[in-house]
């Protein structure tokens, strides 16, 4: 399969505090998705970004294909925002990477 | 929208029974599917993608004798895990493409072998 780095693997913070999560990619590709799964473990589409930056509320993405990369930033994290966070790219079917797992504590 | 189903939500076999789940795509049709498995501790590992008119690809340790997929018709698809072991337990999820290239996917099927 295609390879799917994503950092960090894990990550901490205190409600308020900034989250910025990357995802790295060993090949071109025809976009990328940003998903959340959920402690129970459905998935939710958090961005879908062939390119460039998208935004939505607290989120951003920002994708760059030349590079192979992309990332997500949380602003004012909360506790809700706890969770897996993963990244994928589609190269005729997605592939994921193995996830940021976020911790938000009060 | 686009919404994904997924029967059943939860289910538990003996050691060496088969299983059965569904993936249904409503107010949209899927043009293709991809099972994927989320193994306790792991990332998603793709099993096969089944596209409409085309042979379903399983991916390298996955099998067509061991996961048989069905997909007959646009909206619908089935995938049976044949002789389920420990190994097997997990999430499976059906991600639904609509030719496009965003994919969306249902609640997924949790399986637990005993």
């Known amino acids: 399969g295609q390879q799917v780095q994503q950092s960090p693997t894990s990550l901490v913070l205190q409600e308020g505090e900034n989250a910025e999560l990357q995802c790295n990619f060993s090949t071109s590709l025809n976009s990328m998705q940003w998903f959340y799964q959920r402690p129970g473990g459905s998935l939710i589409s958090v961005f879908y970004n062939p390119s460039g930056t998208k935004q939505s509320g607290r989120l951003t993405s920002t994708t760059v294909i030349k590079e192979r990369r992309s990332s997500l930033h949380i602003s004012s994290s909360q506790i809700t925002d706890s969770g897996t966070y993963l990244c994928a790219i589609n190269y005729n079917v997605l592939y994921f990477g193995s996830g940021t797992k976020l911790t938000v504590e009060p | ?114």
């Open chain 2, 1 to 114: 929208g686009a919404l994904v189903y997924q029967y059943p939500r939860r289910t538990i076999c003996k050691s060496g029974t088969s299983m059965r789940m569904e993936c249904q795509a409503v107010g949209f049709q899927a043009t293709s599917v991809a099972w994927y498995r989320q193994s306790p501790q792991k990332t998603f590992e793709l099993i096969a993608l089944s596209t409409v008119n085309s042979a379903i690809k399983y991916e390298q340790n996955f099998t067509q004798e061991k996961f048989p997929i069905s997909h007959p018709n646009l909206s619908f698809s089935s995938m049976t895990v044949l002789n389920a072991y420990l190994e097997d337990r997990g999430l499976y999820l059906c991600g639904v493409g609509t030719g496009g290239t965003e994919v969306f996917f249902g609640k997924g099927t949790r399986l637990t072998v005993v």
